[in-house]
């Protein structure tokens, strides 16, 4: 293993790799990555991939909209297929208060440029028509929405990066971090010590640790999020179809297995647990069965588990750390970090290289936590 | 939420052996199959066992399986759920079972000891156009020929002169169906050489060093093409032979059925000889879980016979370990540990001694 490096990525997932591209791509040289499982192992391969440009605030409506543009192209660009599926996300609503939020919604996104729009239940049906409209009043479609594979795009960023120079050490795993005068010194792994004056945390689910070995305290937490995938069947539908209130998202993938989650704060497991219970799975099937009630007659053939980063206001930790020199973090990403990568990897090189980024993120940092300008996303499951 | 002392999921020969052992020391037992009827492969298996006389030898698959069944209905304290498939294990030791073909009720069950025997599955061969109707696994066919009197073909190609291909082409022979060739991989015949010889006196060449390396056909199958290979596998240009068949049968051996295990968090270990990941065990056939017990095929690839006896081990050892009394233990585990001792004195368990010698977790104390 190399002994000193200008740049050490903590987490080889999507965030770490796209970061590692984008640095290596506008010119830094001397960048590692540092995974301690295997690339992709962690919540990037666990996700569900899901990536959607319909959220309530402008901030959030702009990074989506611009990781889809980077999406858009990224399989040329990183000459590896992703298996973008555009085929949207149908947004349901159950409640008045909730239409008035997605027409505030669709107004701001409509305003950027994204092409939600509002739907009646009868459209909804034209869209996904096994759809069972029970308790439904209407919903909001962005038909540019999609999703990828997961692992494929971390992988695509992971080679192209090494492609351009950046090396990959899986089954490294960070042990310390050595600081002096409020500076990054070193990394110091089960594989040996790199000097290094930049390190980057971004070790998702294990953020927190990672920034307690460099001293710093994240206000972020670990939390599982369950997904099961039902066998294959023929094409039923294809956007993605998600409700906040009734608390779920699922999608049939174009290889025909239905993959869908549900977010369950009050009784998930806080930690690294990401063990699968028979609850969620039961759970989901009723959604799923309700929704979309011809599922009945379908089988689930898996489950599994990731964790959610959370942060206090469920929106990332982007950004230097104000009393740590060269520690750089994005985290925090609280269930959209797969879907931001593209735009946040791209960012975060800026900040880091250039110190400033093309799209404001100063709102963020992590500063905002005691300064209590906590951002308010309304649209979140 | 049902509750029981000890589950038991897989109705093989294991599985049976292992409800009936630890019942009859009065342990409740929840025997769990997906099997329409109980008794896992040996209600297809029409040959007669080897071994001792405790070990059914001289008797039928069928007949064993006959005789274990009646026992497990002697038996009250054993609840029976068939026609049902295990779906998971989870974190708070619950057990999901889906019963019934279509599968719409989720029952769950908690259990203070798992054992499980949940058997093997048939391994796969890649060749060119392998997914076509006519391709079969020798469990299948034996499925189809010998519990349904269904004859898969009318020439057939066996792959791999392991037992179960050389016992498989000879029951496809009294059925009356032409077996064209059998043909194996490595260079000698994997099964009992007096099985190899009945079925070469009826005409069926066995060639060894070959392997199957496409079939054709538009429907089904229709031809296959065999070739022979070097000592890494590969096949060598020009060693082509062609065979009119409508019927490939894979006898390419069988890998344990351990998600359940890996589910668990069991300790596992991908041993050669025992033909894939298995779960370590010490010699009660506990594995590094404290509640999970392991028999049969699951543990690692072997006959009837040991996967009997492992069953026993585990049904006694699991009972034993809730409470449940038997006088002489030590003596009955020895006895077991014996025999199948015995049972694996021959040459052709020399492998499968070595595979369970990787898997072994010794004990401090005994």
């Known amino acids: 293993m190399i002994k000193k490096a200008d740049i050490v990525i903590i987490g080889g997932g999507i965030q770490g790799c796209s970061i590692a591209y984008n640095l290596a791509k506008k010119g830094a040289k001397n960048i590692v990555i540092l995974e301690k499982n295997t690339c992709a192992s962690g919540s990037s391969g666990r996700c569900g991939a899901g990536i959607r440009q319909q959220f309530g605030t ?138 290094t004056p930049i390190v980057v945390n971004a070790a998702g689910g294990y953020s927190g640790p990672v920034g307690k070995m460099a001293g710093v305290d994240i206000p972020v937490y670990s939390q599982r999020h369950q997904i ?21 998202y699922f999608q049939q993938l174009p290889d025909g297995g239905v993959l869908g989650g549900y977010g369950d704060p009050e009784h998930e497991i806080i930690g690294d647990n990401v063990g699968s219970s028979w609850q969620f799975s039961r759970t989901m099937a009723k959604k799923m069965v309700k929704l979309v009630p011809i599922l009945k007659e379908v089988h689930m053939v898996r489950q599994w588990a990731g964790l959610y980063n959370m942060s206090p206001d469920a929106q990332p930790i982007l950004g230097e750390h104000p009393q740590l020199k060269g520690f750089y973090m994005s985290v925090g990403f609280s269930g959209h970090g797969f879907m931001l990568a593209p735009v946040t990897g791209r960012l975060i090189a800026e900040l880091i290289l250039d110190g400033k980024t093309s799209i404001p993120i100063d709102k963020l940092d992590i500063g905002r936590f005691k300064r209590g300008e906590l951002i308010c996303e309304p649209s979140v499951v | 939420m049902r509750e029981t002392d000890i589950a038991i999921i897989g109705g093989g020969p294991a599985g049976l052996s292992a409800a009936i052992y630890a019942a009859s020391l009065g342990a409740k037992i929840t025997l769990i199959d997906d099997g329409l009827e109980l008794g896992g492969q040996l209600i297809k298996q029409t040959h007669k066992f080897f071994g001792s006389e405790a070990q059914f030898a001289g008797i039928r698959g069928i007949e064993i399986a006959k005789k274990l069944i009646q026992e497990i209905e002697r038996c009250k304290n054993i609840e029976l759920i068939t026609n049902a498939t295990v779906t998971g294990y989870y974190e708070d030791e619950v057990i999901t079972i889906i019963q019934g073909a279509d599968g719409n009720i989720m029952k769950k069950l908690k259990a203070q000891r798992i054992i499980v025997a949940t058997g093997a599955s048939e391994n796969m061969l890649p060749f060119i156009n392998n997914d076509l109707p006519g391709v079969y696994g020798a469990g299948a066919v034996q499925t189809l020929m010998n519990l349904y009197g269904v004859v898969p073909g009318n020439n057939v190609l066996m792959v791999g002169a392991g037992n179960i291909g050389l016992i498989v ?33 009826l005409g069926v060449p066995i060639y060894t060093s070959h392997s199957l390396k496409e079939v054709y056909g538009t429907d089904w199958v229709e031809k296959a093409v065999i070739s022979k290979v070097n000592k890494n596998f590969e096949f060598i240009p020009e060693t082509e032979k062609e065979l009119e068949v409508d019927t490939i049968c894979l006898a390419v051996g069988l890998s344990p059925l351990s998600d359940l295990l890996w589910q668990a968090g069991c300790q596992m270990k991908y041993i050669v000889e025992l033909g894939g990941y298995v779960a370590l065990r010490d010699d009660h056939m506990k594995s590094s879980l404290d509640n999970i017990y392991i028999a049969g095929d699951v543990a ?33 585990n020895i006895n077991l540990r014996k025999e199948l001792k015995e049972l694996r004195a021959n040459p052709l368990s020399e492998k499968v001694k070595i595979g369970l010698e990787k898997a072994l977790i010794k004990r401090e104390v005994d």
């Open chain 2, 169 to 201: 082409s000879y029951q496809l022979l009294q059925a009356g169906i032409k077996v064209e060739a059998i043909v194996e991989a490595l260079p000698k015949i994997g099964g009992y050489l007096v099985h190899a010889s009945k079925i070469r006196r």
């Open chain 1, 228 to 248: 099961l995938i039902t066998e294959p069947i023929d094409p039923l539908w294809k956007p993605m179809l998600m409700s906040f209130s009734e608390n779920y």
């Open chain 1, 58 to 195: 402008k901030m959030n409506c702009i990074l989506a909209r611009e990781s889809m543009k980077i999406f858009e192209t990224l399989s040329e660009e990183l000459d590896y297929d992703i298996e973008l599926n555009q085929a949207g996300y149908l947004i349901l609503a159950y409640t008045e208060k909730e239409i008035n939020q997605f027409k505030k919604n669709v107004v701001l996104e409509q305003s950027l440029g994204i092409e939600a729009k509002m739907v009646t239940p009868e459209e909804a049906k034209e869209i996904v028509p096994p759809l069972n409209l029970e308790g439904i009043i209407g919903g909001t479609f962005c038909p540019t929405d999609g999703n990828v594979n997961p692992l494929y795009t971390t992988f695509g960023y992971a080679e192209a990066a090494q492609r351009l120079g950046v090396k990959y050490y899986p089954f490294t795993e960070v042990t310390e971090i050595e600081t002096e005068d409020k500076r990054i010194l070193s990394v110091i792994t089960n594989k040996g010590k790199i000097l």
């Open chain 2, 300 to 332: 690692g690839i072997e006959e009837a016979s040991s996967a009997m006896l492992e069953g026993k081990i585990a049904g006694l050892n699991a009972a034993v370990s809730l409470g449940y009394r038997v006088d002489n233990f030590l003596e009955l």
